[in-house]
């Protein structure tokens, strides 16, 4: 509605339906999922035997230096002498396994 002396448009509620569309807009944006109390895990037989592997594995020092050792004084020595047979037959399986046979 005009004031007919300043010639102003009467502006009354405004404020109310500003306050309404954010409450509005809050409202419908996403919350953020929280996750449940219950929510659980748990591993199979088969999973909580490799966990304990990999542990076991991870304990394990990466290089037996006793080993090293001994091998390189073997093949210094001449002593060290490689078995063809076992490489071969060793080499033989490893390619029946990745052909399938």
């Known amino acids: 509605m005009t004031n007919p002396i300043s010639n102003h448009v009467a502006v009354t509620g405004v404020g109310e339906r500003l306050d309404r569309g954010a409450t509005e807009a809050r409202d419908a944006e996403p919350r953020a999922a929280e996750p449940a109390a219950a929510d659980q895990v748990t591993l199979t037989s088969d999973a909580q035997q490799l966990e304990r592997v990999v542990a076991a594995a991870r304990a394990e020092p990466d290089v037996d230096v006793a080993k090293v050792q001994a ?8 002593q060290y002498k490689v078995d063809t047979d076992r490489i071969t037959d060793a080499l033989i399986s490893i390619d029946k396994v990745l052909q399938g046979r």
């Open 71 to 78: 091998l390189r004084e073997a093949i210094e020595s001449g």
